[in-house]
């Protein structure tokens, strides 16, 4: 490694560096001063009461929001206002949403290979064999030709997750990719999450399925109107979690 080389690498050991952030939504503050440094191949579990700023937070994570103070930096690549690190930082990042936002009129596999043919340029051949390569992973090949409305909530989120590794992110970012899921449903969607956690890939994971963040997780967080209440490992946070707050919510969802 040159010493150029070995300089990025020290830089990009942490997936992402958040620090001082705070946003509002006109007079509304939803974050407040918000420090967070994910490394590579960590696991986070995001979890706290509707309406704490979760999904605030993470999609400031990949420039869905603008914010007005403090630093966002996701690879080494700090997220300010130039449109140049926006698109390289979405380029490296997957999104995972309740709602799986599928194209309806698409194949499943034109789903996953639309994004890699169009915005990475990729030849339609090898767009399908990487598509196939992760619909294998999540365990629904046999669905490539078919189309979304064809699916289960369970198998379209399923490929909303092979669509989103289809471009190789080495980050993934998941909001409640199980709470529009029912029951029967929400293991498959979990199992597949748990697969890639086992590949090593950097999670964050909003989710108040507390099962997954005891199996997976290296670290789970708590947060309460805009602010980090408190976070640990999960034999500490779910053991002895320390705040009254943080007890009364997972006195509720567990
Ligand atoms: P969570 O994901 O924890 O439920 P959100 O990040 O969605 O919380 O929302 C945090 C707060 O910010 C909520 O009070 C919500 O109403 C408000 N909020 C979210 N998005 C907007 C927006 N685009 N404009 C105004 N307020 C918003
Ligand atoms: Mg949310």
């Not at 998941?174 to 199992?191: H, N, Q, R």
């Amino acid at each position: 490694m040159n010493s150029q080389a070995m300089l990025a690498a020290e830089v990009e050991e942490n997936a992402i560096e958040i620090s001082g952030l705070s946003k509002s939504f006109g007079s509304f503050q939803v974050l407040h001063d918000i420090d967070l440094v994910v490394g590579r191949g960590e696991r986070v579990v995001i979890c706290g009461p509707s309406g704490s700023g979760k999904s605030t937070l993470i999609r400031c994570i990949n420039a869905l929001e603008g914010f007005q103070s403090g630093s966002v930096s996701v690879d080494g690549t700090e997220l300010g206002t130039a449109m140049k690190n926006i698109d390289q930082v979405r380029r490296e990042v997957g999104m995972v949403f309740q709602h799986f936002n599928l194209f309806p009129h698409l194949s499943i596999l034109d789903n996953c290979t639309l994004a890699p043919i169009w915005v990475r340029g990729q030849r339609r051949k090898e767009a399908e064999a990487t598509a196939m390569h992760f619909l294998e992973k999540v365990k629904i090949p046999e669905q490539a030709h078919k189309y979304p409305g064809q699916l289960s909530g369970g198998q379209q989120q399923r490929v909303a997750i092979a669509r989103s590794l289809c471009m190789q992110p080495n980050i993934m970012l998941f909001d409640e990719p199980t709470s529009a899921l029912d029951p029967e449903m929400i293991k498959e969607v979990l199992d597949t999450m748990v697969t890639l956690a086992n590949d090593g890939m950097t999670m964050v994971c909003v989710t108040h399925e507390m099962g997954f963040a005891r199996e997976v997780a290296d670290r789970v967080i708590f947060m309460d109107e805009g602010r980090i209440i408190e976070e640990g490992p999960p034999e500490s946070f779910f053991g002895q979690p320390r705040h009254a707050r943080t007890r009364l919510f997972l006195d509720q969802v567990l």
